[in-house]
């Protein structure tokens, strides 16, 4: 069965780094396009970086320039590393793809405080 495993997340403080990663089985990875979208207490999720099975990607206004999404077809493995982390990118993170229908690995918390 498909599964996404996320895990890298932890607590920073304003302008660190993390890079989150998300393990992916259960279905042929190379041919899917990823994306790391998150949700923060009292909003709606949102997208935040989408990657193509060709390697174009996509990132939302608000982290352009600090994100950078990537993939290693051979490790089944797409990664988000996050420089220069702001209090407002403190969230939930998601690894989700689709086919069929939408798939979610279970999150990991970032939290970016003092």
């Known amino acids: 069965q498909v599964q996404l495993v996320e895990s890298g997340g932890g607590l920073v403080q304003p302008g660190g780094s993390l890079r989150l990663s998300c393990a992916a089985s259960?279905?042929?990875?190379?041919?899917?396009?990823m994306d790391w979208y998150r949700q923060a207490p009292g909003k709606q999720r949102e997208l935040v970086a989408a990657?193509?099975?060709?390697?174009?990607?996509n990132y939302a206004d608000s982290v352009k320039g600090r994100f950078t999404i990537s993939r290693d077809n051979a490790k089944n493995t797409v990664y988000l590393q996050m420089n220069s982390l702001k209090p407002e990118d403190t969230a939930v993170y998601y690894c989700?793809?689709?086919?069929?229908?939408?798939?979610w690995g279970q999150g990991t918390q970032v939290t970016v405080s003092s």
């Open positions: 990657i193509g099975s060709g390697g174009s990607t």
């Open positions: 259960g279905f042929i990875f190379s041919d899917r396009a």
């Open positions: 989700h793809t689709y086919f069929i229908r939408n798939f």
